[in-house]
Each structure stands twice: as C-alpha cells, then as structure tokens.
C-alpha cells in the first residue's frame, strides 16, 4: 500500500514563512508530509513550473444575502464555485440578522442555505442589527460558543446602522465572550446629509453615489469606532479599507499599541471613482457601485503602503454580486432614477487572487510569502481556523492551490463561474493564474474545470481568535 493517497510533485512551496522546492504528501485528506523527495503515493501530480500555496480563504464574501428589494447574484452554489475556481477552499460569508429576528434562527437559516450547495468549506460570520439584551446576553455567547466566533457591525446603511452606544454594547459583549468584531466604517449621518444634498441638485447619477461617502465620513467612522474600542478594551478588525484616511487611523491606533487591524480588497487597488462615470455619466457606473467606493490612483499607493507594512492583515474580495439585467438588480427603475437606490456591492471572489498577485508579486510590490498571508494564513489565524487551514505543514488540511506565476490571462466575464453576468474588473490583464485547487486532498478545479460537486465543501465550526484577546488580558 502506498504512503500517501495523493502526491503534489516538483513544486514550490510556499507558505507565508518560506519558499521551498518540495513533494507534498496527503493522506486522507491532510497533509502527511513536506520533503524533498517523496515516492510513495496512490495518485502523483506533477507541480513542475508551479508555485503551490495554501488555497485562498475569502474571510469577507456575502453569500444568498437579501439586500433591499434586490436578489444577491449568487448563493452557495454559484458563490462556492467561483470561489474555488478562483483558487480558494474556504470562505466566510455572513449571516445577517434582520431586525427582530431571533438570530439562532438566522444562523439556521444560513445553514438550510448552504447545506449541500457548497464546493468549498465554509463558517460564518454574525451580522448584528438589533443587539436586544436578550441577544447579547443570551443568544450571542451561545452561538460563539458554538463556533460563530466573529460578528461584524455597521455604522452605516438604514437597516443595519448600530448607534454609539449600541456599537459599546456590542463590543463589550464580544469582549465578554472573546468574539472578534468586524466594523464598517462609514458615518450614517454624513452619507444620508450628502445624498439629500446631491438628490436635490439632481446629481444622482451612479458617479455621485462615491461624491455622496468621500473618504473623510469613513476616517470620521473608523476613528469612532477605534476610540469605542480602546474605551472598552476590545480588538476591532476594520474592514474594506478603501484609501489612505482610514488606513492612516488604524495605523495611528496600532502605533498607540491599540489591537486594531485592517482589510482590504482588490477594489481598492484596481478600481477608481471615475469607473462609476460608466461610459458617459450613464448607468453602466452602477457596476461599480460598492461601499466604501472605490477611490483613485493616489489611494491604491496608500493602501500598498499598507498592505506592505503590515497595517493590514487581510486582503478580501467583500464578494457581494448583483446582476446587471436583472429588474432587481444593479438596474432596477428605483436605481436608474438615484445612486441612493442602486444594490451595493460587486462580485470579486473568483478574481481575489489574481488581481493580488498579479499587481503584488508579478509587479514587485510584495513577495510570495506576503501574497499567503494576506491571502489565506492570516484569515485562519484571525477567525480562529488557524492551525487547521492556512498553511501547508504536516497536520493541516490538505487545502492548496497550485499556480502558474507566469500564466498571462485577461480577466473577462466569459471565463469566470459566478452568478453575477458581468466582472467589474473585465479587460483587466493578469500575469500569474490558479491552474487546479486541491480542497481536502481532493482535485476540485483544475484549468477552470469544475470536478467537485456542491457536497465538498463543509462547515467550519471555528475556535476564538487569537487576535481578540483584549489588551488587558482575558476578559473572563
Ligand atoms: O458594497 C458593499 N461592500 N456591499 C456589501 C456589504 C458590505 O458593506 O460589506
Ligand atoms: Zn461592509
Ligand atoms: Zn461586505
Ligand atoms: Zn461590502
């Protein structure tokens, strides 16, 4: 009998500590072994030419979410496949809370949802829009304590908007029960100021919808939310950073010794506000509406800045696809009539890794072993999957991507797997490709080809994070 079920042969090996020529070997769906030289195995793919990495865990994807009147392009099904076409084995989409509702019951809803329709492993994250006594007494420890040990909170968006002294409560609930937080900053007050003023000058093309949440109502909020979190103790991971004043306070925080860390996503350093003019101040804009909106060339230096020194620790895609031809879409009548209106959020987690690789490694901006941990090692470690996922080490999960650093492909929506029917990033040329994802030990995707099936993936009942510590020490 060989030693191992399956062997990757001849590749690089890289992790986010070091690059090495060497065999992987797997044995019933973990990684048994990483040496120079293995023989022994049932099945052998040769990696020669190939770089192979931890596969891409996507810590911020939003998946079969309602969002208004519109219908999310993708749930489980299409969002899993794209994902491990993409070259990733895990995500963590979110399980929202409609206000009222009870949240165990939410979080079981999302599980009727993903159960059976997941290529990839999977968890979830808490979004909390009605935090009840009840809820953070009660129903939030248990649920942490049954793996859902992260939530994320929203300083903006009617629905979802928690006030300063719901965002305390929230906080010093995780802090309790050793959750981590997730914030999006962004001010409510200053966005709903800035769209009433742009709607009665008539300003409500898709364009206006970045003038209406300029960088400064992010700063406003992301320094709000860092000054709750020092008043209560509590780490604080911000997400979707789009440009250089919120990253800015969360590096000033992190300097005070502050346990504050930062995400970004590839909008942030492949899109600009002028791609929301469309072609001409027309609709095709609302592509590329999302939130925080992308900015300019200047805040994709910024966020390089960041990226490379070590201000943030996650890269994500903040996935969230709508259709374009789709009444309830990006294009609805109430979209066309105001920014205000048009769903936001774009598709982006196919395409996460290319775009980071490509403008990282390919043009020199980071090394290899930054590209994994901004990819995949430090998501395990932050949403407490670390050391099952993130890594390729004797005792992980045998989860990898092998790639091709030197494959040039143009992004184009024809080639991807998504549910959305366009990519923000179309016409985008790349050097550096997935060209097969191993989840488990099992090919799932090889050349763009789907050999999985919606029952691979699995849920991920995930540990605290070890990033959620308060600085004082446990809060038990
Ligand atoms: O525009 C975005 N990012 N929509 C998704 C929801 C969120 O805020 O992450
Ligand atoms: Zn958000
Ligand atoms: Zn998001
Ligand atoms: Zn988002």
Redesign the pocket.
């Known amino acids: 009998m060989a030693d191992f079920d399956l062997i990757i042969k001849g590749g690089t090996v890289v992790t986010a500590a070091d690059t090495v020529r060497a065999d992987v070997g797997i044995r019933d769906g973990i990684i048994g072994a990483v040496a120079d030289r293995l023989e022994s195995g049932a099945k052998v793919i040769d990696a020669s030419g190939l770089l192979v990495m931890p596969g891409g865990i996507d810590s911020h994807v939003h998946l079969a979410q309602p969002s208004g009147e519109s219908v999310m392009a993708d749930g489980f099904e299409s969002g899993t496949r794209s994902a491990i076409a993409g070259g990733n084995t895990t995500v963590i989409p979110f399980a929202v809370q409609p206000r009222g509702k009870n949240l165990r019951a939410v979080v079981q809803d999302y599980h009727t949802k993903a159960e059976g329709q997941s290529y990839c492993d999977y968890g979830f994250h808490l979004i909390i829009s009605d935090p009840t006594p009840t809820l953070l007494g009660q129903e939030l420890p248990a649920l942490v304590a049954d793996g859902y040990t992260s939530f994320?909170v929203?300083m903006t968006y009617a629905d979802m908007v928690l006030d300063d002294r719901q965002l305390l409560d929230v906080f010093d609930c995780a802090r309790g029960c050793g959750a981590l937080v997730m914030v999006?900053c962004e001010g409510y007050d200053a966005i709903k100021f800035m769209v009433e003023r742009l709607e009665r000058a008539g300003k409500t093309a898709p364009y206006y919808h970045g003038v209406s949440r300029p960088e400064l109502v992010e700063r406003e909020a992301a320094h709000r939310a860092i000054s709750h979190a020092e008043l209560v103790d509590v780490p604080l991971m911000i997400?979707?950073v789009s440009g250089r004043q919120a990253m800015e306070q969360i590096r000033w925080a992190q300097q005070r010794g502050l346990k504050i860390y930062g995400e970004t996503c590839p909008q942030y350093i492949a899109l600009t506000a002028d791609d929301m003019k469309g072609l001409n101040m027309d609709e095709t804009g609302g592509k590329y509406v999302c939130?925080p909106p992308p900015r300019d060339e200047a805040s994709w230096d910024a966020i390089w800045e960041g990226l490379r020194g070590g201000v943030f620790q996650t890269f994500s895609s903040?996935h969230c696809p709508f259709r374009y031809d789709d009444p309830k879409g990006k294009l609805s009548a109430k979209g066309r009539s105001s920014f205000r209106w048009v769903p936001n959020g774009i598709p982006g987690v196919e395409t996460r890794l290319p775009i980071l690789f490509s403008k990282g490694v390919s043009e020199g901006r980071i090394g290899l072993n930054e590209f994994v941990a901004l990819t995949s090692t430090n998501h395990a470690k932050m949403y407490g999957l670390y050391p099952r996922k993130g890594s390729i080490a004797p005792g992980f999960d045998a989860d990898l991507v092998l790639w091709d650093p030197n494959r040039k492909e143009t992004i184009r929506q024809d080639i991807l797997h998504h549910g959305a029917d366009y990519t923000p990033y179309e016409g985008l040329a790349v050097r550096g490709w997935p060209v097969m994802t191993v989840l488990r030990g099992d090919v799932v995707m090889e050349e763009g080809r789907i050999l999985g099936a919606p029952t691979s993936g699995k849920f991920l009942r995930r540990g605290l994070s070890p990033y959620a510590v308060p600085t004082g020490g446990s809060a038990a």
């Open positions: 994320k929203f999006h997400v979707h939130s903040d």
